[in-house]
């Protein structure tokens, strides 16, 4: 168990819906990172907050958004979903002045 | 830029030794991490080596760093069927960045 935890772990929903992710980090890590991995694509960084405040930014859609809240946890937001944006999403977290980084099971969408 | 490269496939007989490789481009990069992932699971964090060590061992995974040819490589020792899965290596310039993944190596274990 690396202690990241990420909700729903399986989700099917329709072309043209919305759906929301949810991780919660280890407990005190304040960097939250998502990954998509597609079968095409491998894993792919999506976007980073660092303690509420987006940090980096990969190659995130604009139909997908994401924040942190106060508490730390975070949520990446998918909208308008299409059939290509089946895949599995990872949430990953990292400890203050750590150098590892641990993953989640991840979220496995299927949009049909 | 960055990237990160490994071969798609290894296989290899059951108690012999697994070596995956990895190339990597960004000479700034500080940090080098082996994931496991199993079938349908998440990403298990092995192991990890900054940039200024050759090598690391830690039980049965020896990882080899050579910076000058920027080439990582993960070799497990007496591998077993429990060690069946896609093997990813990543880099990382350190601090916060974030981890620019390679496209996984499959091992199969032969009997």
């Known amino acids: 168990d690396s202690g990241v935890t990420q909700t729903p772990k399986h989700l099917i929903t329709a072309t043209g819906q919305r759906v929301t992710l949810r991780c919660s980090p280890r407990?005190?890590?304040?960097?939250v990172y998502w990954y998509q991995q597609s079968l095409d694509q491998g894993l792919q960084f999506l976007i980073q907050?660092?303690?509420?405040?987006?940090?980096a930014k990969g190659n995130i859609l604009e139909r997908f958004s994401a924040q942190q809240f106060p508490d730390l946890h975070s949520e990446l937001n998918l909208s308008s979903l299409e059939l290509g944006d089946s895949a599995l999403y990872f949430c990953?977290?990292?400890?203050?002045?750590?150098?590892?980084?641990?993953f989640g099971e991840g979220s496995w969408l299927t949009v049909v | 830029g960055e990237d990160v490269e490994q071969s798609l496939f290894l296989s290899v007989r059951e108690g012999d030794s697994s070596v995956i490789n990895c190339t990597y481009t960004?000479?700034?990069?500080?940090?080098l991490y082996w994931y496991k992932q199993e079938p349908g699971a998440g990403l298990q964090l092995l192991t990890y080596?900054?940039?200024?060590?050759d090598m690391k061992q830690d039980q049965r995974l020896t990882v080899l760093l050579n910076k000058k040819d920027k080439h990582l490589s993960l070799r497990i020792a007496d591998t077993q069927t429990g060690d069946s899965a896609i093997y990813f290596c990543?880099?990382?310039?350190?601090?916060?960045?974030?981890?620019?993944f390679g496209t996984g190596t499959r091992l199969t274990i032969i009997p």
């Open positions: 990543a880099e990382s310039k350190g601090g916060n960045e974030k981890l620019t």
């Open positions: 960004d000479s700034s990069s500080t940090y």
């Open positions: 990953a977290s990292r400890g203050r002045g750590g150098n590892t980084i641990y």
């Open positions: 407990s005190g890590d304040l960097s």
């Open positions: 907050y660092y303690n509420g405040e987006e940090r």
């Open positions: 080596i900054f940039s200024n060590m």
